[in-house]
């Protein structure tokens, strides 16, 4: 069993002055949500993503030695224009990862970062731009110590991430993502994210993504503010219970295929995180009149078409429609002719599932 401990170096065989990495990293869609954290950003549950394809951050880190090594250096582009207001973000993350890098006052970093989607379209891109330079740092460690291996790098990227973002550990590898210590999961730790260990299906093969932006605005609460909500919430403990009932419900179906219960843990789980909000102190409602618009069109067209298609949330108003690839063009045909005019500007965005962070530049 890892413990956190693990991944703190003592010395490193090679020394660097200067290069450059760049890495993608996707965004991912939580079919058992995680929802309250504990200490250094443990999950209060485990969770499962699929990872997506097509909605990622593309993050180019540039690094040079310098000679005051007393605190991080860096400069943050977005879009290759300076990004003032992101920077508190990284000077957090960098004193909470150091202790696991202890390179990072030696250089000066140039983060230069974009997304493929559109900025503000109230896709969460923390978790890809988390895991995109976490990947970047661990790239940097291992020209540092080549001897390290593969399953190394990847937990170890993972367990940056998170400390970055929670959800984030759940972009570096894998098409299906666990995070959180389940019993009858090998390998599964509250620590980083593993690839799904078990059998998968055909059915949940290039599944997709469609995601309808209702509301492009600001997120209404933070995550941070959301997870802490979860302290001292009436029904919490109940939750964490159901997250990992829903979780050993979904090794079965991974399995076996069954689409008609995949949905219902899906659905319910979007419902839930929902629910929890709503019955938190202070509460707050995320859906907007659209998001729920949208949901009974789903239940619908699913009623009447016998086509195994359903939604899931994030703690926010757009809604994730999922489907077999099978269905891909009467989904997609349904979208349109239904569901469009309830997407603000009638945009979404087709996504399906993917692998996981991928290596651009290696100039280290």
Known sequence: MFTAKDFIPTSYSQTLESGQFQWSAPSNIALVKYWGKKADQIPANPSVSFTLNNCKTITKLAFEKKNNTDKFSFDLLFEGKPKEDFKPKIQKFFERIEIYLPFLKDYHFTIDTRNTFPHSSGIASSASGMAALAMNMM????????EMTEDYFYQKASLLARLGSGSACRSVKGEVVVWGNQANIEG???LFGVEFPYAIHENFKNYQDTILLVDKGEKQVSSTVGHDLMHNHPFAERRFEQ???????LIGIFENGNLEEFIKIVESEALTLHAMMMTSMPYFILMKPNTLEIINKIWKFRAESLIPVCFTLDAGANVHVLYPNTHKETVLQFIKDELVVFCQNGQYLCDEIGNGSQLIINNG
């Open 139 to 146: 790239s940097l460690e291992r020209a540092l110590n080549p």
């Open 243 to 249: 997250a990992h009932e829903n979780l050993n419900k």
């Open 188 to 190: 599964s730790s509250d």
